[in-house]
């Protein structure tokens, strides 16, 4: 995987060596020698990645990383602030300025890829994401990300090991955060069927375990669909350099080095949190978003959108194994008389009720869509002629069986007329659902509230 990565220092050498390192290993390499530079070169070229130093003159780490941060066209780029080892306060102020990962100086290259890989990793998850739907940024569900609102959520966390314990992570140790519960697990396909289960939020995996070989783990998490996404960090002593790379190789996401130094712990443990918080949202309101597009928000039945695309589809399959389907088309009676007498709002409310009526007597295999105003398509596959006019039948029931009580107290009856047709050889999704509506009409001509078959 590369990445096109803008590394920013005030002094020279620290750049070119940081450029040589990655160039090395096939990373696209851009730098800046100051923060203002740094901003106006992310903003035209968007890099993947920023390395950030921490102490430049003029507009410093911090101050680079909150502008960054607070710009429309930046703020989903990943900041890695690079700080001096002693300077232990600088990580929690980078990451209060919005950074989303740190290396320390000298900048080792186990360290440097892997932040820098389990970022572009990330990066890219969230950018697929936010492509995807473009319209959830327009409704601002996805506006400027504030990782840190994910905090205090609670989160538990799965350490796969043969120790028994491993005191510097457990629960209530000094650095481990109130609200993180730690479970441990020494068998590591009960592990994965943990993680299968969505249980853990954070996967710790010990890279000195001899039960079961850590890297199969690895590489088995990464392999299925269910688990792929889960973050893992590694936990290595300094004689499993080997191992380590392989695993960060095998995707895992982050690695602790023991002895576990605190500050260390705590903060692996936070950015790892938020970015799986953060991914989770986005993938939700990608969701929501899908489904705005295809139900209607008013009565929770499918959209006419989606009878176009889905319909279409239901009619070509019941052609190719040559099995019935049959159409309805209903229209609720005088309706425009509810708006005017009642208002808006009881309009509504009928809306519902019948809706709520219709997909409650046909099929769960039925599709129910909402078409207009007060109309209402049902597609029914392997429904024969002789059972659809019985079906309508039952809809009309169960819709005129309905008394709605309106909010202040007084109930109204509704009744509907429906069209009712059958799928011919040469239909389409058009000419079914309009011959369906011309028994609709003639039903409406006779007296409303009955059903119509289509002509013979
Ligand atoms: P018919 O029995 O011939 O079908 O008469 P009708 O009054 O039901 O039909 P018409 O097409 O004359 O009127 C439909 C009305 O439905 C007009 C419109 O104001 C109302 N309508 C359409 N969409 C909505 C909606 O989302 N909410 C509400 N409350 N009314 C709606
Ligand atoms: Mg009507």
Redesign the pocket.
Known sequence: MTARVLVVDDLEPNVKLLEAKLRAEYFEVMTALSGQEAIDLAIEHQPDIVLLDVMMPGLDGFETCKILKANDETWHIPVVMVTALDQQADRVAGLQAGADDFLTKPVQDIALFARVRSLTRFKQMTDELRHRHAAGARMGVLSKADLSAFDEKQATILVVTDEDSIPAIDQGSEHMPKHISVVYENDARMALEAIRRGEPDLVFIDLGMESYDPLRLCSGIRAFDTTRMAPILAIASKDETRQLVRALDLGVSDYLMTPIDAQELAARVRTQIRRMRYLEQLRASFDQTMEMAIIDQ?TGLYNRRFLSNQGTRLIEEAHTTEEPLAALMV?????????DTYG?????L??KEVSARLTTSVRGSDLACRT???EFAILMPRTPKESAHDIADRVLRAVNSVTVKLSDGQTLDVTV?IGVASLDRSDNLATILKRADEALYRA?QNG?NQVIDEAA
Request: aromatic letters at 4%; proline letters at 0%.
């Open positions: 008013l229209d609720i009676d005088h309706f425009k008389m509810v708006n808006h709002d009881a309009g509504d009928v809306l207009g105003g007060e007329s409406k409303r």
